[in-house]
């Protein structure tokens, strides 16, 4: 089936506020310094300057080519050649530098490792405790290709927040993704909350790629399904020609309606908003689902 594209230029909602001052080129500067990898970067997260400017920013970690080529991604693609054994330390050390009160971490998906990189993932949660023990610290994980003894070294680690997105909707899964799977995430995020009961799951989904309305509440319901606790729903915006095209801007109203939506069906917390992102507000995030427990 072609994709559509959305022949209008970006609404008036699709604003990205420029904010480049010392906060921003600071951390620009320490992520250059300690050779560390940022999602913020690698993925053209609209978000960025606003991010930094407030001195949040999540970690990319095992590298920065990605073994899969979703159609959605600005992350590069290829065969990865880094593994690097100390990146946990440095994570911990920049989190330290920027005096960090919640850490997110998330990866490239690492096909060509036995466990995914989950070992990586749980000595940079270790690594950053033991520096920061009143820093937060979230991890935004592949899904390891089914592979649940990984998933359970990054949740022996207790991180507090465990977080896998399903993307987009069930219908539009594999023509959104790369050998990612719309059942296998769910998966994932049914045995997280089984191995640790005590700590949040969160998951997203982007807008604007062909879903329908309906589809998106079977997504929430799904995620409810599986104990998800927090959700994040943003609009998908196409990082290149290359990439897949904008079906549909959405209006902020129907974000707000669709946290309406999810607030209903349970959820400890909805972000919802053209520019959401997956980590945005993060902070807010894991204060809300403490207060559910």
């Not at 079977?218 to 998908?236: K, P, S």
Request: hydrophobic content about 35%; aromatic content about 6%.
């Amino acid at each position: 089936m072609p994709n559509q594209t959305v022949k209008e230029p970006k609404p008036d909602w699709i604003r990205i506020k420029l904010t480049t001052g010392d906060n921003y080129q600071e951390i620009k500067s320490m992520m250059r310094s300690k050779t560390l990898h940022t999602v913020c970067e690698e993925a053209r997260c609209p978000n960025i300057y606003e991010c930094w400017a407030n001195r949040t920013a999540t970690f990319m970690i095992l590298g920065d080519i990605c073994t899969r080529a979703c159609r959605f991604c600005a992350v590069n693609t290829g065969r990865p050649t880094e593994l690097d054994l100390q990146e946990p330390e440095r994570v911990a050390e920049a989190a330290e530098n920027m005096g960090l009160q919640h850490c997110v971490v998330t990866s490239v998906a690492r096909d060509d490792l036995s466990d995914g990189g989950a070992m990586i993932f749980a000595e940079t949660v270790k690594a950053v405790r033991n520096r920061l023990p009143l820093c937060s610290v979230e991890v935004l994980i592949p899904d390891f290709m089914g592979n649940w003894d990984a998933l359970k070294v990054v949740m022996d680690a207790k991180p507090d927040i465990l977080n896998h997105n399903i993307e987009t909707v069930e219908r539009m899964s594999n023509r959104v993704r790369a050998k990612a799977k719309y059942d296998r995430s769910l998966e994932l995020l049914k045995r997280a909350k089984e191995m640790q009961p005590n700590i949040p799951t969160k998951s997203s989904i982007m807008l604007g790629v062909g879903e329908e309305w309906d589809e998106i509440l079977q997504a929430m319901d799904d995620l409810r399904a599986v104990n998800c606790d927090i959700m994040t729903i943003g609009q998908y915006l196409q990082p290149s020609p290359k990439h897949l095209n904008v079906v549909k801007y959405y209006h902020p109203d129907e974000f707000a309606k669709l946290k309406e939506e999810g607030m209903k069906r349970g959820f400890s917390h909805v972000e919802s908003g053209p520019l959401v992102r997956s980590s945005y507000h993060a902070h807010e995030q894991v204060k809300s689902a403490a207060s559910q427990k």
